[in-house]
Every structure is written in structure tokens, then in C-alpha cells.
């Protein structure tokens, strides 16, 4: 196979590629952004002795075999030597037993566990593995690494010195003038077997005919096993923060400990200073993360930011409880732009950050939880939010007992204290919520009869709710009380029949549903609101029993939902090929307990909720709901969603969302389409590539396109998009992607991101990797570290 030609590599790439002098990388994975695996402390393993290492036996074989007992073996023709997971093959082979020393001359070729050495010539003492290798070919198992050099001298059975020796992971062609995409050339190469650490010297790395500069020493691994030292350099362009360049070192302080320490060097801010300490026990394990930037020029004020996460179990477990378990939670930033000023911190995926505190306990049917949570909210002066309410602290317990008699029980209780900014605490009637407490209690009886075809649960709840205000309502009380009670029947049918569609037998339900729900009216209006808002309108939540999520309203009912579904269902596999559902919701009386602002609902009937979900091959989902408003003929509410994948590192995902404007009859609402992909353009000129197995790609030369793009039809604008191109050169792999995200209603940040990765050695660039994994379901990265090949994957 041919080469392609590409543009030569900028030589600074190469330079920062080699730049991990008296350090070793950590391992590939963390090149492509997968996380380093923590493991517990090792248990101590037994190993064998030196001297019954010794007592192995050898094996010989050959055409032709002379010499005398136990002094020399003479093997002429097809000759080999086997001990234990060493093999020597060669056209003559001479064998000294008091010496434990083997010569070998003419195609010698020797297997160490999987690593192949071949040449003309070899001198080794068999079970020390010491000796020496002239004119060398050698292939590491674990990595594919594959090299020539002058030597080898082998120190032991882990440590070799190479000399005059190249190194690179792509693969050997046999045809003249074969030369490797990159190649590493040392005037020394040591490996060590059991760090998994190669030490080049006075090393040069070349791609596509350009060439490093040398550097006196530097160190890759081995394998997928963690190292300490200098990770590849991160370099990349960001509209916000201008040219970046990270040099992150990595800690490999134990088996279940590690730190990372980023300096970050941004043209237009400053220096950031960032760190990660990760640690995992038995009982306990987390992660802490700190960043801080002295003095930004953008700003003009020092940043940080603080994430932790520590989880415990504790054990014994004290007080005679069944289970104990803790949990902490931090998440603070230095001020409310920390989310728009840096796009790569745990920080923009929300503009709530929480904090909490938690104990998680369990004592035979009771569970429960103490808990202390706190928001940090990052006000947008063009996009404000109301925080939610602070809970310090919220103590819960539950009970559940099913068939007592016939009858399943629950029990909830729970206390809380809710406190908020006075500054951005909601309105109702007028005036700011005070903070206060809240104590309730819901007791929930059901008595259901189940058979087969047909199902009716009634269920009897009673909620009950105290608050103790820190200051005066609107009508001047201090406190408040409430007491509901609500009653619910749920009842069904299952009809099931064999047919047969699209010369596929299935079997067909027909599922029609009934669910009566009757709540009396309580004057609820001027309790606060401190958890609870306005139920979503779905299929998930038009068969249940409040229209109100939280605690703080009980809405008043007397309403009758009715639906139908049916479901296609592979008889064979039990796999659900379709399903179809229509519902709606008739009121006999006006709504009349609401949120402060809504108007009560008094149409008698509801908007009409009709799904799909097909998946009737693997290779195709489709997914769509629909609200319809039977009273203006409209569309209230629309979602749209399907995907395709073939096979692998082919997907498609396509969503058309629409959600009305309520002020307004016109059919002008929020509209927005959403696409993301991920696709060997090799498929277009025919080329389809070979499945070479998960984490691998489908072989060198091909090129995939990637990317996810979000379109608002009403705005006529690209809110945020995605887009860039792979390509697999079999032994390295280049990346260019463009991110645009929107940081606000006028504002967006767009970067950058080019890598090379040099497959099993370095990578250099920012890596997009996480970006596309957030932003394209299923993607599948070309190249993920597996399990550690076995020695018999190369066993002679």
C-alpha cells in the first residue's frame, strides 16, 4: 500500500513532541483524554525463586544434534531452544550447559514473552537473558514498537540497551524503500520491561521527512501503565483567551494515588496554575482540583477556581446501622465571567454550582439522608437566574413496605431549612420570600390486583406540611400549615395477538390505560415557593398525581387520563422493534391551586400527547413526541429525533425540535435543528474499510468527518457547532477541529483544536477527543487503549 504524501509537520511540533526530557509520558490512554485508572494497593505476590527459575527444563530441537552430556549441545538445521517463555530459533545453535550460555548464528530469531528479536547473530545466557544481539530487528508485544539497531545487549530478563537504534509503532512493509511515517532515532535505546519505560539518547524523531532537533535524553512507555513525568504539550487558539500552551506534569505517587500539576501560559490573560490530586481506599476516594490565575489582563483580578469530590463508606458501621456512606461536594469559582472566560473547566456545564455535604444512611425498610447544600449562581447580566434556595441542612427519612397484607406502604419525612440571597429571592404577593423551615410527611397506602391481562391499583395519600417563616407573609403570619389528602386509581389492559409486517413476525399489544386522580382544593397561596415548580407535560408525568414538582404546591384535581399504547416485540429476542402511544387529560373541574403569575387551566380537556420510538433494526431509532392543541389546531410542542449507525464509526444523529410561543397563534415558536455525525469519507469514492476490532479504526488512509451543528431556525443563527476531520495513518493519527459555543445571547468563544497523535509513543496538540464524545453520541475515538495482549498472541 502506498503512502499518501501530506504536508511536512511544522518542526516545533516535533520539537514539543520530543520535549519530555528526564521524564516519561503517562500512558497513551491520557494522550486521548481517557481517565488514568486508579487502582488499590496491591496484595503482596508471590514469586519464584532465582534458583528454581534455574531448575527449568530446556527443550531442544533440530535436524541434526550432537555433543556431550552435560557440557554442549550442538543443534544444526531448524535449530530451537524453549525454556519457559523464551525461544531461540536459528541455522546453527550452540548450546553450553555449565555456562547456561547459547550461540547462534544464520535467521536467529529469539521470543521472549511475546517480543521478537531477529538477526545474524546472538550470545545469551539463557535463564539470566544477558548477552548480545549484532544487526537487530526487534517488535515489542504490548505496543507494536518495532526498531533496528547496530546491538542489543541484554542486561536481564526486563532491561536491554540498544544502540545505534530506531524506534516506531508503523508497521514493517516488505518491499524496497519502505520508510515508517515517523520514526525516533537514538544513538542508545534502553527498555525496561518491568517500569515499561524506554530512555532514548541523543534522540531525533522525524515525520514525513521533517526532522527534530536533538535532544540529550528523553522517555515513552511501554505500555498503558501510569509513569511520572512531563506529559505531551497542549497547545491551542481560543478567540477569549488567544494562543494557550500547557505543560502538564503528571505524578504517579501510587497505585491509588496520583496529582497533575498545568501550568497554562495564555497570550491574552496570563499564567494559569492548574492541579488535580486523585486518590482511591477501600472506604473512601476522590478527587480535588484547583486552579488559580494571578492578575488576568482580560479581567484585571485574580481567578481560581475549586472543584472536589470525596465519597465515603464507613465500616463497621456504627450506631447498629445497615449502611453508612458520606459524600462531599465542592464547587466554587472567583466570580460570575469564570464560566464564559474558561471554556475547559468543570465550570461550563452550569451556571448553578453546588455544593454539598452528605451522609446517606440505611437501617432495615428505613433509608434516609443529612444533608447541607449550597449554590454559587454566575449571574449574565443579558441572561439573569433565580438560584435556587440553599438547604442547610435537610434531614429525610423513607419507608417502603410492599404486599403488607395485601397492601404496599410508603413513608416520606423530611425537614429542611431553606436560605437564600435576600437580593434574588422570588417574589409572591408583592414582597420577598422570607427564608424559613419546612417539615412534611407523606403516607401513601395502595392496594393493587394484578393478573396477566389487566391491572387496578388504588392508592390512598395523605401530605402534611408545617413552615416556620424568619420573617412575616404577606398577611403577617409567621407560620403556616397544610394537610391534603389525594386519592388515585390506576388501571390498564394488556392484549397481545402474533402478526406479521414487513415479512417480520411480531407480537402486538394493544395497552389501554385509565388513571383517575381526586385531590380536594386547600388555599395554598400564600405558602412559598422553595422547591416546587410546574410539572413538565409528557408521558412520564401525565399518570401521576401532583402537576406540581417539589413540595410547596398540592395541586387541587379531579381528573381522568386516558391512552393507549401498542408495541411491536420481537418474539424470538423479546427486543421492542416500535411503540405507539397516544393520551389526554379531561378535567371535570377548573384548576385552581397555581404558581404566582399562571392562570388556573379551565379548558376541560388537555392537549393530546402522541409518541413513536422505532427501532426495527440495529441500525435505525426514531423517536418523536408530539403536543397537539386540539382548540387552535396547532402544535404546541414537538420533538423529532432519529439516528443511524451502520456499523462502526458511522453515526448520524439528527433532532428537529419546536416549542410554540404562547403569546402569540401564530406558528412562529422556538425552532431548532440539531445534527451530529461522525463518517469515513472514504465511503464516498467506495472505499469501506476493514474492521479491525473495537479501539482500532478500519485501517490507515481514511479519512472521517466529525462534527455536531445546532441551528435556531427563529434566530436564523448557528448557536453552537462542531466541526473537524480525522485521519488514520495506520501508526499516527491527526485531528482539526473548530468548537464555536455560545457564552451568552450576544457572545461566543471559538477555539481551535490540532493534534497528532503518534500512536503508542506521543501525541502533541490539544486534543478535541472530549469535545466530540460530549458532542456526538455514540462517537468512538480511532484508537483506545485495550486489554494487554497476551504473550500467546505471538507464541512460536
Not at 496484595?43 to 541434526?64: A, C, K, N, Y
Not at 537473558?129 to 536481564?156: H, K
Not at 384535581?557 to 411503540?579: Q, Y
Not at 387529560?585 to 393530546?608: A, C, E, K, M, Y
Amino acid at each position: 500500500m502506498s503512502r499518501p504524501q501530506r504536508p511536512p509537520l511544522p518542526l516545533a511540533l516535533l520539537t514539543l513532541a520530543l520535549w519530555q526530557a528526564q521524564g516519561a509520558f503517562a500512558q497513551e490512554a491520557a494522550w486521548i483524554d481517557a481517565p488514568l485508572q486508579l487502582r488499590r494497593t496491591p496484595q503482596l505476590v508471590e514469586t519464584i525463586p532465582t534458583t528454581e527459575r534455574g531448575l527449568r527444563p530446556s527443550f531442544v530441537d533440530g535436524d541434526r544434534i550432537s555433543g556431550r552430556p552435560d557440557l554442549e549441545t550442538v543443534v544444526e538445521g531448524n535449530a530451537s531452544l524453549r525454556r519457559g517463555d523464551t525461544v531461540i530459533r536459528a541455522d546453527r545453535l550452540e548450546y553450553y550447559q555449565p555456562d547456561d550460555l547459547a550461540k547462534a548464528q544464520g535467521n536467529v530469531r529469539v521470543n521472549q514473552g511475546g517480543n521478537v528479536y531477529e538477526g545474524p547473530e546472538l550470545q545469551l545466557k539463557v535463564e539470566t537473558f544477558e548477552g548480545f544481539f549484532n544487526n537487530v530487528r526487534y517488535q515489542f508485544l504490548e505496543t507494536g514498537g518495532n526498531g533496528n539497531a547496530d546491538r542489543i545487549d541484554f542486561v536481564d530478563a526486563n532491561i536491554s540497551v540498544a544502540r545505534h537504534a530506531t524506534y516506531t509503532t508503523c508497521r514493517r512493509e516488505d518491499y524496497p524503500g519502505w520508510v515508517p511515517a515517523w520514526l525516533l532515532t537514538a544513538a542508545t535505546l534502553t527498555t525496561d520491561t518491568e517500569e515499561s519505560v524506554g530512555i532514548a539518547t541523543d534522540a531525533r524523531l522525524s515525520f514525513m521527512g521533517v526532522s527534530s532537533p536533538a535532544l540529550p535524553s528523553i522517555s515513552f512507555p511501554l505500555n498503558n501503565q501510569r509513569k511520572s513525568g512531563l506529559l505531551p504539550p497542549v497547545f491551542g487558539m481560543d478567540s477569549v483567551n488567544g494562543i494557550e500552551l500547557q505543560m502538564p506534569y503528571y505524578w504517579n505517587i501510587a497505585p491509588n494515588r496520583d496529582a497533575t500539576l498545568t501550568p497554562t501560559v495564555m497570550t491574552k490573560r496570563g499564567i494559569n496554575l492548574g492541579s488535580e490530586f486523585r486518590y482511591l481506599e477501600n472506604t473512601y476516594s476522590g478527587v480535588l482540583r484547583a486552579d488559580y490565575m494571578p492578575s488576568d489582563q482580560l479581567r484585571d483580578r485574580d481567578r481560581w477556581g475549586l472543584w472536589t469530590t470525596h465519597n465515603q463508606t464507613f465500616d463497621p458501621k456504627p450506631f447498629g446501622l445497615d449502611g453508612l456512606a458520606g459524600t462531599l461536594r465542592i464547587n466554587r469559582v472567583s466570580d460570575n465571567d469564570y464560566w464564559r472566560d474558561f471554556s475547559r473547566t468543570p465550570t461550563l456545564s452550569s451556571r448553578l454550582l453546588d455544593s454539598e455535604a452528605s451522609l446517606n444512611w440505611a437501617k432495615g425498610d428505613w433509608y434516609g439522608q443529612v444533608r447541607a447544600l449550597s449554590y454559587q449562581t454566575l449571574q449574565y447580566s443579558l441572561s439573569p437566574i433565580t438560584p435556587p434556595y440553599d438547604r442547610m441542612p435537610q434531614l429525610t427519612a423513607n419507608n417502603i413496605q410492599y404486599d403488607w397484607n395485601g397492601f404496599d406502604v410508603s413513608t416520606s419525612l423530611d425537614y429542611t431549612r431553606f436560605k437564600a440571597d435576600s437580593q434574588y429571592a422570588p417574589l409572591l404577593n408583592g414582597r420577598r420570600q422570607p427564608d424559613g423551615e419546612r417539615a412534611f410527611g407523606i403516607l401513601q397506602v395502595s392496594r393493587p390486583w394484578i393478573t396477566p391481562g389487566t391491572f387496578v391499583i388504588p392508592k390512598v395519600q395523605l401530605h402534611a406540611t408545617s413552615y416556620q417563616f424568619d420573617g412575616p407573609l404577606a398577611n403577617g403570619s409567621n407560620s403556616a400549615s397544610r394537610t391534603v389528602p389525594t386519592f388515585s386509581i390506576d388501571s390498564g389492559m394488556v392484549f397481545e395477538r402474533d402478526t406479521s409486517l414487513f415479512g417480520r413476525s411480531f407480537r402486538q399489544t394493544l395497552e389501554p390505560r385509565l388513571f383517575y386522580v381526586r385531590t380536594p382544593y386547600r388555599d395554598q397561596s400564600q405558602l412559598p415557593l422553595y422547591d416546587t415548580a410546574a410539572n413538565d407535560f409528557n408521558f412520564a408525568t401525565i399518570y401521576t398525581e401532583n402537576a406540581f414538582s417539589g413540595n410547596d404546591r398540592i395541586s387541587d384535581s379531579n381528573v381522568l387520563t386516558g391512552g393507549v399504547s401498542t408495541r411491536l416485540i420481537d418474539p424470538d429476542t423479546g427486543a421492542e422493534a416500535a411503540r405507539f402511544g397516544v393520551a389526554q387529560r379531561f378535567r371535570f373541574s377548573d384548576q385552581r391551586v397555581t404558581l404566582p403569575g399562571v392562570s388556573p387551566v379551565t379548558d376541560r380537556l388537555s392537549d393530546i400527547l402522541v409518541g413513536a420510538q422505532i427501532n426495527w433494526t440495529s441500525k435505525w431509532t426514531a423517536d418523536t413526541t408530539v403536543q397537539y392543541n386540539p382548540d387552535s389546531r396547532r402544535s404546541e410542542r414537538s420533538t423529532i429525533t432519529a439516528r443511524y449507525n451502520p456499523g462502526p464509526y458511522r453515526t448520524i444523529n439528527a433532532a428537529y425540535r419546536y416549542q410554540a410561543d404562547s403569546s402569540t397563534l401564530a406558528n412562529d415558536g422556538n425552532k431548532s435543528i440539531d445534527i451530529g455525525w461522525q463518517w469515513p469519507l472514504n465511503d464516498l469514492w467506495g472505499d469501506k474499510g476493514k474492521n479491525l476490532g473495537p479501539g482500532r479504526g478500519e485501517g490507515g488512509g481514511r479519512w472521517y468527518a466529525v462534527g455536531r451543528m445546532n441551528y435556531s431556525l427563529k434566530d436564523s443563527k448557528l448557536t453552537d457547532g462542531v466541526i473537524g476531520v480525522e485521519y488514520d495513518g495506520c501508526c499516527w493519527i491527526g485531528r482539526v477541529v473548530l468548537e464555536r459555543l455560545s457564552t451568552g445571547q450576544v457572545s461566543a468563544a471559538t477555539r481551535i483544536m490540532f493534534q497528532i497523535e503518534f500512536v503508542g509513543f506521543a501525541a502533541v496538540g490539544a486534543s478535541p477527543l472530549k469535545t466530540l464524545s460530549q458532542n456526538i453520541q455514540r462517537y468512538q475515538p480511532l484508537r483506545q487503549p485495550g486489554e494487554t495482549p497476551s504473550r500467546f498472541t505471538n507464541y512460536d
